[in-house]
């Protein structure tokens, strides 16, 4: 009987039209489509159908222009835009490390039928918000988020590899290299020979090294006529251009066989390596002497901050014996298990700790780490990225005033006190500041959301001598005491929220204010400015300890230090 009825389902659903059976679609879940389409070879191919997919990928990518040209990019296969989309859910998001301390904030963005990997750099308040490329992800010809380019100092210079693996729920992506058999494997082959762990059980010295050699060997350049093309689209006009680089970088991947290189070349590229550093001065800072004064002036920072990364770096925190092997891997047994290496992306899952919405990180893995932005909700209003600057009236993007005020991006989040009470955390994420002030990951300010200031909002206009409406206020703490603690002092002071969705933190003592709104980070990407990046590996994870903006050159890219 259960035979007979469940023929009679399926015929019931073969019998509807390929329309119906679409809209239907829409409402199921990936997986259920997927368990339904293996329940039999018929409903296989009614399922299989590209209305079905279409219906899926609707609900993933709203745009009608861009799912049509992101369909004609996969030969016409919605499946495989579907299953692109759902593949590459983990990536999207914020990601972070901690050097340098001004902020190392990274955007996972949708592209063109790939994921694009955004820094927002420290700056000024200004019309345009500046970025940098750190990494793409193009979809292979199965949909999968497969085919890794990493991004460097020349917008011509591409540096190819592939997505080793990707954990459904990964929290730290890990720049690396493998191995493989084959020395002409390419991103879809499977003859990867080093296991996941393998790269990470060098010494960082050798990983550093590996990877040095890697960039310098597989570099390919895009063509002069798609070297300023767009990485995503600002309007639908971009689509055609942004296909025709998309067709450019696949064709590149096949020729660079996936940025594999040959073990003999790379271990020529380090033996040279190793050379010119025995025979370079040293200290050195990209080929020229440091002044000794400012020699003098790092090793005292150094002793200076000693103490605070010994308390505050904790590395048993975040399972570093999981993650390191106390017996480093020899590089020269690294590289003898296969014929050619090539640079990777590994997502994972790990246990990390954080405080206040900001992970313990580690200071010498290739890694970047996901920042858990909470969604608003009622009761929790103000979750997520907001920006701002200090100072009364609020800095806006097209004031001219000289000085111009830094650029604070804070990600605020939720949490309860031992007491179980409400708080909203304000976490810097981000200063554009010449000379760090806050370290990063500070908490600028805490409010107890249950708690009513009694204080008055200091001033009764705003720069467009408008009245100034505050709908609510809340008591807190504001940093306090300056740089020199990961975890510093705080003062009293007071939350209030403003008309057209502004929120200020007022410090009670010093009058001082900070003034944010809610941002759309995407977006403000695309109607962003392009900007050089590092070079390719430090691009990706900067570990060296910083106070400055290193990230770019250009003139304007910091404030003046508060």
Known sequence: MLAAAGRD????????????????SAHLRPRDLLALSAASRRLRRAL???????????????????????????AGDSLAVCRFLHSAAPLLGLWAHQNPELGNLVAAVPGFLSVVAARAIPQELSPRLRWAPVFELLADDHGRPALLFLHGHHHAHLFPGLLASLQPHANVIFLEA??????????????????PQCFARLSFGDRRRLLDSLVAACRITLPPDLVDAPLFACSDDDLPLLA?????????????????????????????????????????????????????????GYFRNGLRQMVTR???????????????????????????????????????????????????????????????????EYAGLWG?????????????????????????????????KLQLIATKVLEGTHYVVHPNGSSM????????????????????????????????????????????GSKPGSLFVLQDGLLAFVWKETGAVLTLQRLDLEELLKKGERVPALQP???????????????TGFPGSSASPR
């Open 9 to 24: 389902g399926a015929d019931l659903i073969l019998s509807l039209p390929e329309d119906v059976l679409a809209l239907i």
């Open 48 to 74: 299989s159908a590209d209305k079905a997919w279409l219906a899926q990928c609707r609900r993933l990518l709203p745009s009608p222009a861009h799912l049509l040209a992101w369909r004609a990019a996969a």
């Open 178 to 195: 493998h191995t493989a058999r084959d020395p002409l494997a390419s991103s879809s082959s499977s003859s990867s020979s080093s296991c």
């Open 244 to 300: 025709k680089r998309r067709e450019a970088m696949l064709r590149l991947h096949r020729e660079a066989a996936g940025g594999m290189v040959r073990t003999p070349e790379v271990q020529g590229l380090l033996l040279e390596a190793k050379k010119k550093a025995a025979t370079t001065p040293s200290p050195t800072d990209g080929g020229r002497r440091i002044p000794l004064r400012r020699s003098l002036s790092a090793v005292a």
């Open 314 to 380: 904790s590395a048993s925190a975040n399972s570093r014996t999981d993650y390191v092997d106390a017996k480093h891997l020899a590089l020269s047994d690294f590289l003898h298990d296969g014929e050619s290496v090539g640079l990777s992306l590994r997502g994972a899952r790990m246990r990390l700790s954080t405080y206040r919405a900001w992970p313990s990180m580690h200071d010498n893995r290739f890694a970047l780490y996901k920042l858990t932005v909470q969604t608003p909700m009622p009761g929790r």
């Open 388 to 420: 701002g600057t200090f100072g009364w009236p609020p800095g806006r993007p097209s004031d001219e005033c000289k000085p111009k005020k830094a650029l604070f991006f804070l990600l605020l989040s939720y949490e309860e006190d031992s007491e179980g």
């Open 445 to 488: 300010f805490i409010a107890r959301m249950g708690e009513q200031s009694t204080e008055p909002f200091p001033w009764q206009t705003d720069g467009e001598s408008r009245n100034v409406d505050v709908e609510r206020g809340f008591a807190g703490e504001g940093i306090a005491n300056g740089y020199g603690f990961r975890y510093p």
């Open 537 to 551: 590996v430090p691009n990706f994870a900067y570990l060296t300890k910083s106070y400055s903006n290193v990230f």
